[in-house]
């Protein structure tokens, strides 16, 4: 019986390779990345949320929305909603892609607020692929969901 030297790269090199295909094996029917479907548990887009004294203000990247018509923002007191649909630019079958990261598909994501504030006086908008949402803070009142134009 011989011995076989032991190459512990060699194996880390081929977990890896097993791994990376693994990942791309589920991941090519699905194309979603950090998007959500509507009913799915999953992340929306990537955003940052802080306060000054007289607002909160949540910025949101947004890569590949072609116009503020295809992102929908609403707010109540106490929270903010996100909803579009990134379109894939050209029309491919899946099984043409030799490799693809980009992200398309529809998006849904509803984001709890650290305070109170005032949705009738929020402000939006997109430029460069960042949403920026600006609400004014409020003393506590009432719900209500306010639908908020973006320019």
Same mark, same amino acid.
């Given at each position: 019986?011989?011995?076989?030297?032991?190459?512990?790269?060699?194996? !880390? *090199?081929?977990?890896?390779?097993? +791994?990376?295909? !693994?990942?791309?094996?589920? +991941?090519?029917?699905?194309?979603?990345?950090?998007?959500?479907?509507?009913? !799915?548990?999953?992340?929306?887009?990537?955003? /940052?949320?802080? *306060?000054?004294?007289?607002? $909160? &203000?949540?910025?949101?990247? !947004?890569?590949?929305?072609? #116009?503020?018509? /295809?992102?929908? $923002?609403?707010?109540?007191? /106490? #929270?903010? #909603?996100?909803?579009?649909?990134?379109?894939?630019?050209?029309?491919?079958?899946?099984? =043409?892609?030799?490799? #693809?990261? %980009?992200?398309?598909?529809?998006?849904?994501?509803?984001?709890?607020?650290? &305070?109170?504030?005032?949705? $009738?006086?929020? %402000?939006?908008?997109?430029? =460069?692929?960042?949403?920026? &949402? %600006?609400?004014?803070?409020?003393?506590?009142?009432?719900?209500?969901? $306010?639908?908020?134009?973006?320019?």
């Amino acid at each position: 019986m011989g011995f076989t030297r032991w190459d512990p790269a060699h194996e !880390l *090199q081929a977990l890896r390779h097993q +791994m990376n295909r !693994l990942l791309d094996e589920t +991941m090519r029917g699905r194309r979603f990345g950090w998007w959500r479907r509507p009913g !799915l548990p999953e992340a929306g887009p990537r955003l /940052d949320v802080y *306060q000054t004294d007289t607002e $909160v &203000v949540v910025t949101a990247e !947004l890569p590949g929305i072609e #116009s503020k018509e /295809d992102v929908e $923002v609403t707010a109540t007191e /106490d #929270s903010l #909603s996100l909803k579009g649909e990134i379109k894939r630019g050209q029309d491919l079958r899946d099984e =043409n892609y030799y490799h #693809s990261e %980009r992200y398309y598909g529809a998006f849904q994501r509803t984001l709890p607020l650290p &305070v109170k504030v005032k949705p $009738v006086e929020a %402000r939006a908008t997109y430029r =460069n692929g960042v949403l920026e &949402v %600006r609400l004014p803070k409020a003393e506590p009142g009432r719900d209500r969901t $306010v639908r908020i134009d973006v320019h």
